[in-house]
């Protein structure tokens, strides 16, 4: 019955995130053929190259506030005090980025694309700080909404910035900043946000408790954006910017399942942290068997269709990067199985821990692609990509004791080999053969459809729980 209570909050969770954010997320995927039309590769691998460093920065800078604000309101919080410490952050933040503007100006002199960085890095990192605030305030419609307002934004100012104006790199980035700019304002105007802030209601107290949080998460997350950005410095380094250009291509199939992962991943964050149940083994186990039973077949159907998908969308001079995919593809599953985990390190608020596990797949990572990059090319970044994720995932599921309560194992261990197999045989195939493709994932269909009878149990299970509430 708990669990039945649980897994009813997480897919309203999930349903209401969904509907805002596969439309937005959409949308975003389909600007990759138009980025591959006017951007070469040249221009395409440095505005990625860009928009990731900035994505490494947020956290150091903002000393990972976001995540401290969230979980210190879910338990119950003066709002205002930290709402307000979280700004009181981002504000001296701010400053430091205005510092380093100056310095770069007057040592390079001055630059558009500098003034565009920096107002990338202030308005994305206050609307995630704006967003983890309304997702702790349950506001989960103009959460999911404002991310579809922000999407529209970057898709017309992209279209007017490349196609009609031509401005390739600096178009890029502005578009980056004005839908985070719309985004803020949107939140702003809707989320009651406003009236939380006083620098009155700062607590130093209080902040040195969120920070306690939020600091170990920094290296966290910096550690985790290694795992997905390093490999781009190092082929840019070994290979050459356009290389690196059709490398960050050849990530855009992948992040279907990124895409799948981040609108789960809040819904799931969400309800369990809510719940603040650290012994809830059968929940999560159950949970991860639908989870990962997506995620395979999702992975399955993709490994199947990266060819005619790459020919179909993208620009000839892209057309062979899908070589690339399928390790990246396996990657993106084990490094959503890792987050998944992650909840419940945040639930007993041992990030720490937490680091130690990132830090161990990073080093593995960098190790492989330093050593591989230069002999074998961009193929080995991809292969290390997922040797990364799935040992950060392993030593998470046995430090968490997800091996011991898994359900289904030799299903899932069995799915993993057979995919496994596939992606070698597609990387290293001089003639890849489309039946031998589809036998392969038609095989993961197999394992995996007892899963799928099983998960369509519970699924009634809950509407009938659901009818039986609404009768009474």
């Not at 959503?336 to 041992?350: H, L």
């Not at 040797?387 to 392993?394: I, P, R």
């Amino acid at each position: 019955m708990e669990n039945g209570k649980s897994m009813k909050k997480l897919g309203k969770n999930v349903f209401i995130i969904a509907l805002g954010n596969f439309g937005s997320k959409f949308l975003v995927f389909l600007l990759v053929p138009f980025y591959t039309f006017y951007l070469t590769p040249k221009e395409y691998g440095l505005s990625d190259l860009i928009v990731m460093s900035v994505m490494v920065l947020l956290p150091i800078l903002t000393l990972s506030i976001g995540d401290g604000l969230f979980r210190f309101n879910l338990d119950n919080q003066d709002r205002n005090k930290t709402f307000s410490s979280a700004i009181g952050v981002w504000l001296v933040a701010m400053l430091l980025v205005l510092v380093g503007v100056l310095i770069v100006s007057f040592i390079v002199g001055f630059y558009i694309l500098t003034i565009l960085v920096a107002l990338l890095i202030a308005f994305q990192s206050l609307y995630i700080i704006l967003q983890q605030q309304i997702r702790s305030m349950n506001y989960l419609k103009l959460y999911a909404s404002s991310g579809i307002i922000l999407t529209i934004v970057l898709v017309l100012s992209n279209i007017v910035c490349l196609k009609y104006l031509g401005l390739g790199v600096n178009g890029f980035l502005f578009s980056q900043v004005l839908a985070f700019f719309v985004g803020n304002l949107l939140i702003l105007a809707f989320g009651r946000v406003i009236s939380l802030f006083s620098f009155r209601d700062m607590s130093k107290s209080l902040l040195k408790k969120m920070l306690n949080y939020s600091m170990p998460l920094i290296p966290n997350s910096l550690l985790w954006w290694v795992l997905q950005v390093a490999d781009r410095y190092i082929i840019t380094f070994f290979l050459g910017v356009g290389t690196a250009g059709l490398y960050t291509v050849a990530t855009k199939i992948p992040n279907i399942l990124y895409i799948i992962h981040g609108v789960f991943f809040q819904a799931w964050s969400l309800t369990v942290l809510e719940e603040k149940k650290e012994n809830q083994s059968s929940f999560f186990a159950q949970v991860f068997s639908a989870y990962s039973l997506l995620f395979f077949v999702v992975t399955a159907i993709l490994l199947c269709m990266i060819q005619p998908i790459v020919t179909l969308l993208f620009a000839p001079a892209y057309h062979s990067v899908w070589i690339f995919m399928p390790f990246l593809l396996l990657g993106a599953c084990f490094s959503s199985f890792s987050s998944f985990i992650e909840v419940s390190y945040m639930i007993a608020k041992k990030t720490r821990q937490l680091l130690l596990t990132s830090v161990v797949g990073s080093a593995l990572t960098m190790l492989i692609t330093i050593g591989l990059v230069p002999i074998f090319g961009v193929l080995a970044a991809s292969i290390a990509t997922f040797v990364g994720f799935f040992a950060t995932w392993l030593i998470r599921a046995i430090q968490m004791k997800q091996l011991r309560t898994m359900q289904y194992k030799g299903r899932f261990f069995g799915t993993v080999i057979v995919l496994l197999i596939d992606c070698i045989y597609m990387s290293f195939s001089p003639n890849v053969n489309f039946i031998i493709v589809l036998s392969m994932s038609l095989i993961v269909l197999l394992i995996q459809l007892p899963t799928v009878v099983e998960s369509m149990h519970v699924f009634r299970a809950l509407l009938k729980q659901r009818k039986a509430s609404k009768a009474k």
